[in-house]
């Protein structure tokens, strides 16, 4: 298993050692002692979500301010932007964002810590998407970051307008949002 650091601090991209022949491929796509080696500490996962989702669909940027999650993120099938923001105030990077193309293809995924906001476009027709979590979905503590605040300027490769949840719609701007120490 392969960790490179992105410019948030704690956010890693993880490439996995795969295995090919004219068969096909075989890799890990979890391993405990691994992924504690790459993050530097031992990390429980707790749920895993599975979602699928046709081209131009936004999806996020979702946190929960208690009960934050970290996420082990992976594309099975199709391609996807995945995008972060950190909303750690302490953190030397805070209001900033990251972005990473994650596909079936390149088996790339994405560490996300706690205290980040997550989320993704699709970028192939359809596309299906994993993640692991460290905590438990907890509705009640579910907050939207605005996808498209001018005060992140995240540059999602849209083709037109995105297709978004009416609450993703209606997320808060940075400014206004429920933040981490």
Do not use: C
Not at 55 to 81: D, F, I, S, T
Not at 109 to 132: D, I, N, Q, T
């Amino acid at each position: 298993m392969k960790a490179t650091p992105t410019a948030i601090r704690d956010v890693l991209v993880i490439e996995p050692r795969a295995f090919g022949d004219a068969r096909g491929f075989f890799f890990e796509s979890w391993n405990r002692r691994a992924f504690a080696e790459a993050v530097g500490r031992d990390v429980e996962f707790v749920q895993d979500n599975h979602s699928a989702s046709e081209r131009n669909v936004l999806r996020g940027l979702h946190y929960q301010v208690r009960r934050a999650q970290g996420k082990l993120v992976r594309v099975v099938a199709g391609e996807v932007y995945d995008v972060v923001v950190d909303l750690r105030r302490s953190s030397p990077t805070f209001g900033k964002w990251v972005g990473e193309r994650l596909s079936a293809e390149n088996r790339r995924m994405l560490w996300v810590p706690p205290g980040l906001a997550h989320g993704f476009l699709v970028l192939s027709e359809r596309a299906e998407f994993l993640y692991k979590t460290t905590e438990y979905y907890a509705p009640e503590h579910e907050r939207s970051l605005l996808w498209n605040d001018p005060a992140l300027g995240i540059d999602w490769p849209l083709e037109g307008e995105p297709l978004l949840k009416p609450k993703d719609a209606a997320g808060t701007p940075l400014a206004q949002a429920e933040t981490f120490p």
